[in-house]
């Protein structure tokens, strides 16, 4: 069946059947490699298969370009080849080039980058530039450089259950292999501004509304389909040359038109991206550049300038966050061994956690029951999923029977009728041990001897609370953060009596539900919290040393962070805030809170609770659409005189030394005493959990660029602030013998 076409550049139906016969395996491979075959079919035809040996999908390492160059060479040669149909054997069709090689080339000097994409811009081009039309069958996703081999071909019909697009610039670099070439000539300036800028997957309803593919049919009937328009070409029926022209000329725009284009979409595009991030903009200049130039001057000037982007430490950094998003998935999946199924969740508290939990469990498909003692609550709750999935038709991205089935999935309740037949409970009542035990007692003796129990508790020991248990070995720690549909990590955490299957099926029932789980060893504030809190302790520190707040919330979102410290307290809850230190103090006294009063125990004693009350460091106005506006409160300044001595003079850099000292050296210690396995966890449990800046790569990454023995002097030169600053035996180490966390990179 044919989903649709796009007009007028291929006839609107395609209904006479195929009669081409398929390549006939007794007829000599043209070209046979491991990634790469090269097979002539009926009537002068070739089809050229992606098929990458040993690996679940094709993508442009070195051996499959330089397959590829030799395969199109050997096609050069051919004198009766009269088109060329391009296939996967896999089911994607090319998820782009291969990001465990990019560190490597990012490492070559301007001029060896700018030699290494013109080859591979050479060897798309000679498909293009073929004497005969091409088709591409994107029977699955084709992305980055993937896509951008298709740009190359005459033509492009899509599996219309696949996904397409350009997504380089989320890797902090530019599609370099001419995709900003081919995309703006094709689908024009605006669209490609768009789409690479974006980084976005698209639908094959996408991708034809702009022209960057050329059909769409249900999968089964791709093959056909695909030859059946590279039969047209080659018979003349559709005018293949014609549409190669216009992909090796200039671009159709007038001064002025392109003027407006470009000068509009760099000024917008650079305010979304924000200066840490070059890559976008540098995409728009290069297209700019190349406009009215002929292709292959163009894709010189795209290769020049990706050089230059991909040896900026952003590219390495977002490089570096992709691997090891992988690397931390990967870790995960071996803890999965033991995973015992999850059909049916429960949520105990129907608050802003369990609300959350319920919602993001049904939305993936996992029925749960949602408990709580108050019938308000269980209101609130489903208001709030249904909000968020009504959002979700609003846009487009659900239909309302979809909608409707996610919101049957959860199961408000105010007794425990349905806890006999649940297979994992997740605990989110209220932070406080004693409630907390006796809710788990309760619940434990209602559910099935194999359910596994979990807590959802932000700061009380996971050991502790199985105190309360007669199966400890089913219990484990399940930290999600607020808000919970939009934050990607969560904490597994392992108490000294969790089974390997309660942490699996916590981990397999995590992932279920899209996210990113870490497992960690219990301790107080578990990974996540327990490196935030040495963080808040330097900013209140700075703040009794006479530090204005709002000089260093500014220094500190300049460096990166999503929001400053005051600002973070007062989004997170004055009162959780200040409840967690206490805990974090009485865990770790040596180091954590304070001997004299602070600015948070000032704002807590005056109940400004923040964000939630409308006043804390900052005050805050309702608003009809978004988040309370966030004002300066002209009472605070006076307020916190009572904790703060005249002003030290502090640099921006000792702001940001004394801010990131506390966390980072903390998170050595929760290497040094096996909290975390790897640094690599660490780093992305800082980014997803706490929104740590993309563009530096991780916290150890932060580290290990600046220099182990550079923040170790750092550490030396504030040691008279405390314990929180001394030195970890493993930084001096990794110090002395000038290593960094990340071994090798
Ligand atoms: N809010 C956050 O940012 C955040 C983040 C991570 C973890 N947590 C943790 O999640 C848990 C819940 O936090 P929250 O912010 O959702 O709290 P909340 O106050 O919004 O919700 C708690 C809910 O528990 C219900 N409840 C109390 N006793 C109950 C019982 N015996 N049985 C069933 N329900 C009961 C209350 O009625 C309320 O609806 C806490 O342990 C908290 O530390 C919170």
């Known amino acids: 069946m044919i989903v649709a076409w796009n007009v007028p550049r291929v006839p609107r139906r395609y209904e006479e059947s195929i009669s081409m016969k398929e390549q006939d395996p007794a007829v000599a491979c043209l070209y046979n490699g491991k990634a790469i075959q090269c097979l002539p079919m009926e009537n002068g035809f070739v089809e050229l298969k992606f098929d990458l040996e040993g690996d679940s999908v094709n993508k442009f390492n070195t051996l499959t370009i330089n397959e590829l160059r030799e395969a199109v060479n050997v096609l050069k040669e051919q004198k009766d080849v009269r088109g060329l149909l391009l296939t996967s054997g896999k089911d994607c069709f090319i998820v782009g080039a291969d990001v465990t090689e990019f560190l490597q080339h990012f490492k070559k000097t301007e001029d060896e980058l700018v030699e290494w994409l013109l080859a591979t811009d050479g060897v798309f081009s000679d498909i293009e530039d073929l004497p005969f039309p091409s088709v591409v069958a994107i029977n699955g996703v084709a992305l980055g450089g993937g896509f951008?081999?298709?740009?190359?071909?005459?033509?492009?019909?899509?599996?219309?259950?696949?996904?397409?697009?350009?997504?380089?610039?989320?890797?902090?670099?530019?599609?370099?292999?001419?995709?900003?070439?081919?995309?703006?000539?094709?689908?024009?300036?605006?669209?490609?501004?768009?789409?690479?800028?974006?980084?976005?997957?698209y639908s094959c309803t996408d991708a034809m509304k702009i022209?960057?593919?050329?059909?769409?049919?249900?999968?089964?009937?791709?093959?056909?389909?695909?030859?059946?328009?590279?039969?047209?070409?080659?018979?003349?029926?559709?005018?293949?040359?014609?549409?190669?022209?216009?992909?090796?000329?200039?671009?159709?725009?007038?001064?002025?038109?392109?003027?407006?284009?470009?000068?509009?979409?760099?000024?917008?595009?650079?305010?979304?991206?924000?200066?840490?991030?070059?890559?976008?903009?540098?995409?728009?200049?290069?297209?700019?550049?190349?406009?009215?130039?002929?292709?292959?001057?163009?894709?010189?000037?795209?290769?020049?300038?990706?050089?230059?982007?991909?040896?900026?430490?952003?590219?390495?950094?977002?490089?570096?966050?992709?691997?090891?998003?992988?690397?931390?998935?990967?870790?995960?999946?071996?803890?999965?061994?033991?995973?015992?199924?999850?059909?049916?969740?429960?949520?105990?508290?129907?608050?802003?956690?369990?609300?959350?939990?319920?919602?993001?469990?049904?939305?993936?498909?996992?029925?749960?029951?949602?408990k709580d003692i108050a019938q308000k609550q269980l209101d609130l709750g489903m208001g709030e999923a249904v909000k968020l999935l009504d959002k979700q038709v609003e846009r487009g991205k659900l239909t309302t029977a979809k909608m409707a089935e996610t919101v049957a999935r959860i199961k408000p309740a105010l007794t425990y009728g349905d806890f006999g037949e649940v297979d994992f409970i997740v605990e989110a009542v209220v932070e406080s041990e004693k409630i907390k035990k006796t809710v788990l007692a309760d619940v434990e003796s209602l559910i099935r001897e194999d359910a596994i129990l979990a807590s959802n508790t932000s700061t009380i020991s996971i050991t502790l609370l199985a105190e309360a248990l007669r199966r400890p070995e089913n219990f484990c720690g399940m930290h999600f953060f607020n808000p919970v549909p939009r934050m990607p990590l969560v904490e597994i955490i392992r108490g000294k009596k969790s089974s390997p299957a309660a942490i699996a099926t916590g981990v397999a029932y995590a992932q279920a539900m899209g996210k990113t789980p870490i497992v960690v060893n219990d301790c107080a504030g578990f990974l996540v919290n327990r490196v935030l809190f040495p963080y808040f302790d330097g900013f209140l520190k700075l703040v009794s040393d006479g530090v204005d707040f709002k000089r260093i919330d500014k220094v500190m979102e300049k460096w990166g962070w999503p929001m400053g410290p005051a600002y973070l307290l007062d989004v997170v809850g004055i009162d959780t805030g200040h409840h967690a230190a206490a805990v974090m103090k009485a865990a770790f006294p040596d180091r954590m809170g304070h001997d004299s009063k602070t600015a948070m125990d000032l704002m807590f004693e005056a109940t400004r609770f923040g964000q939630k009350n409308g006043k804390g460091f900052y005050a805050y106005a309702p608003q009809k659409k978004g988040p309370p506006k966030k004002e300066a409160d002209p009472a605070v300044p006076e307020m916190l005189n009572a904790v703060q001595r005249a002003e030290k003079e502090v640099t921006d850099q000792d702001i940001i030394d004394r801010m990131m000292l506390p966390m980072l050296l903390e998170c050595s210690r929760c290497l040094e005493e096996d909290i975390v396995s790897t640094p690599v966890e660490v780093d992305i449990s800082l980014l997803y959990g706490l929104g740590f800046p993309p563009f530096r790569g991780g916290i150890f990454r932060y580290v290990d660029a600046l220099g182990t023995p550079n923040v170790l002097a750092a550490a030396e030169k504030h040691a008279e602030l405390g314990k929180l600053y001394e030195p970890t035996t493993q930084l001096r180490d990794l110090a002395k013998a000038g290593k960094t966390f990340h071994a090798g990179v």
């Open 148 to 201: 951008e081999l298709c740009l190359s071909a005459s033509y492009r019909i899509m599996s219309a259950e696949t996904k397409v697009g350009l997504p380089e610039t989320k890797l902090g670099i530019f599609p370099g292999w001419g995709g900003t070439v081919r995309l703006s000539r094709l689908s024009g300036a605006d669209n490609a501004i768009e789409w690479i800028a974006g980084g976005e997957q």
């Open 211 to 370: 022209g960057a593919v050329d059909g769409a049919v249900a999968a089964a009937d791709l093959r056909g389909a695909a030859l059946k328009v590279l039969r047209d070409a080659a018979d003349g029926k559709l005018d293949w040359k014609a549409r190669r022209l216009e992909k090796i000329s200039p671009l159709k725009l007038d001064k002025i038109e392109a003027g407006m284009v470009f000068e509009i979409s760099k000024a917008f595009v650079a305010g979304k991206a924000g200066p840490n991030y070059p890559s976008p903009v540098a995409a728009i200049e290069v297209m700019q550049k190349g406009a009215g130039l002929m292709r292959d001057e163009a894709l010189k000037i795209e290769a020049v300038t990706f050089a230059k982007i991909a040896r900026t430490p952003t590219a390495a950094s977002l490089v570096a966050v992709f691997l090891g998003d992988q690397m931390v998935k990967k870790i995960a999946r071996k803890h999965t061994k033991e995973a015992r199924p999850v059909k049916f969740g429960a949520v105990l508290g129907a608050g802003i956690m369990g609300g959350g939990i319920a919602y993001q469990s049904a939305s993936r498909g996992i029925p749960v029951v949602m």
